[in-house]
């Protein structure tokens, strides 16, 4: 005769329904995640021109900034000491705000795209959950925004010939809170491009918002330090140039840091949750 929890575990008990649902979430989740990262790779493989194009055209603009500027400087202030912080500050913010617009834009992109293919539905019937789903990739968007912002870093430094100090246990960690804010926004506007549908308009002016938020001057107003990317583009750059390690900042700017990002990514997250929620109530999600 079987005892109560061997027959039990035969018929699958609460526990041990759990337990395998929980297997089956974690290894549905890397599976679900690694088919996300399957499926931008070939979208890139398959359309190598748009892809490339965004590279070199993202990297020409920089050009044409970085020596349209240095010639007036070289004009305006011949040789005066301490321009050199300043282009070296442009290349860290242009770096960042190569990967601020791949994880703000990469969300929104990803509803609109699935909108117009007619595959939004779909999702919300994913056993994952929609958020769950929509989560993966954002992650997704940002490991490339990284790869990609770090490719054009170094394209920056050669024809440059400025070297940046480039410490990974500082640089990372820094640059992901930084992104948070970004993400936070994406999210935000995502779930507006899931209520409106179309909503490039917004795109146009978050393009030079995400500048003047990576230029904001921290260190002479400190309470500028609360917008998104502010606090962050300031320590990146104080990171990359002076070369100072994430523990040697005050426990105030990490404190900063840390808050901000937090605090946007969350407000971002709930106002996706809830514009998902009524974009389905008033049915609109197959709508474009």
Do not use: C
């Not at 699958?12 to 088919?35: C, H, K, M, Q, T």
């Not at 990284?146 to 100090?165: A, P, S, Y």
């Amino acid at each position: 005769m079987s005892s109560p929890n061997r027959s039990s575990n035969r018929d699958g008990g609460p526990l041990n329904r759990a337990s395998s649902n929980d297997e089956v979430s974690v290894a549905g989740s890397y599976l679900l995640f690694r088919e996300i990262v399957r499926k931008e790779l070939l979208l890139m493989l398959r359309y190598p021109i748009d892809f490339a194009f965004q590279i070199v055209a993202m990297y020409l603009f920089f050009v044409g900034v970085f020596f349209g500027g240095q010639a007036i400087v070289d004009q305006v202030a011949n040789g005066v000491e301490g321009f050199g912080e300043t282009f070296e500050g442009i290349i860290v913010g242009w770096f960042l705000w190569t990967m601020a617009q791949t994880a703000y834009m990469g969300l929104q992109q990803d509803v609109t795209a699935e909108s117009r293919w007619g595959t939004l539905e779909q999702l919300f019937m994913s056993p994952y959950g929609f958020n769950t789903v929509m989560s993966l990739k954002t992650i997704v968007n940002v490991l490339f925004a990284f790869l990609w912002g770090f490719v054009v870093l170094l394209l920056m430094m050669v024809t440059t010939q400025r070297w940046l100090v480039v410490d990974f246990w500082t640089v990372i960690p820094i640059t992901i809170l930084t992104l948070m804010p970004a993400i936070g926004i994406g999210f935000g506007i995502g779930g507006l491009a899931l209520v409106y549908k179309k909503i490039s308009s917004i795109n146009s002016i978050m393009q030079f918002v995400l500048i003047g938020l990576i230029a904001a001057p921290v260190t002479d107003a400190p309470l500028v330090g609360v917008l998104p990317l502010a606090q962050g583009s300031t320590m990146l750059q104080t990171a990359m140039r002076d070369g100072t390690a994430l523990w040697e900042f005050s426990l105030v700017d990490l404190s900063i840091l840390l808050g901000t990002g937090l605090a946007y990514f969350l407000v971002g997250f709930v106002v996706f949750y809830y514009a998902s929620r009524v974009a389905r109530k008033r049915g609109v999600m197959s709508h474009y």
